[in-house]
């Protein structure tokens, strides 16, 4: 990826996903993720830790 496509990405996830994230315990962030990953076979392999990794970085980013 890009630089530009990673700061997409992270920006994406900010829009979407952290507004739930945030009230989310990491286990079941980490749940949904893989839940996610079994509906969706198409998802590229370890994407789903990916976004559990980014998911995280802007959960506890000070």
Same mark, same amino acid.
């Given at each position: 990826m890009t630089t530009e496509e990673i700061n997409q990405f992270r920006q994406k996830i900010?829009?979407? /996903?952290?507004? #739930?994230a945030v009230n989310m315990k990491d286990v079941? /962030?980490?749940? #949904?993720i893989e839940h996610i990953e079994k509906e969706n076979p198409e998802l590229p392999e370890g994407f789903g830790n990916m976004?559990?990794?980014?998911?995280?970085?802007?959960?506890?980013?000070?």
């Open positions: 900010s829009e979407t /996903i952290m507004p #739930l079941d /962030i980490k749940e #949904l976004l559990y990794e980014q998911v995280l970085i802007l959960k506890y980013k000070k």
